[in-house]
């Protein structure tokens, strides 16, 4: 295969995964506006702005379109929660304020990954990636104990807030939010040390 030819194929690749792109952000803005309920082929193509015919071209099934929207939010949660864990400071702070963008300029992405992770209890192919969330916070709260019920508690916490946040539509104040995780820890280590 010769230069041109490559650069005829990379410049394919290139287009192909900036419509898959495209595609996925349509599903996740009909997500957002009319809820899971609400993604078609047909809805995400008038969206995007192409034909149906394109958009199943990409995602042959309304699952693997649906995982496909899932997984772009789950990965950008999992690539934050990443920084959480390996950079410096309190690591509770830091997964405080990623919850309080919930109800400020990540409200959008949050509501999606919200309704699609709730559709997973009726979808099993976005089950793996509705999981996502819920084991990212338990690797971080794995690394603040190794009491397998404060990580729980964690989880369960993180999870409640991010739906309370996402009712009440208002700016989240993530130094309250950051006040609950510590308590859902500390309540944790008060009953063990009590049970000593």
Known sequence: MDDEERELIDGRRARGTKRRAEIIDATLAVVTRDGAAGVTHRTVATQAGITTSLSTYYFATLDDLLVAALSSVADAYTARIRQIIDGPGDKLRGLAELIAESGG????????????????????????????????????????????????????????????ILIDNVPADSDYVHRVLCQALGAHRDAAATAR
């Open 105 to 164: 300029p990540g409200r959008e992405r949050a509501l999606a990954e919200r309704e699609l992770s709730t559709l997973a209890a009726r979808r099993p192919a976005l089950a793996p990636v509705a999981r996502q969330w819920r084991e990212n916070v338990a690797e971080l709260a794995a690394t603040l104990t190794a009491a397998p019920e404060a990580v729980a508690a964690l989880v369960a916490t993180s999870d409640g807030l991010c739906t309370a």
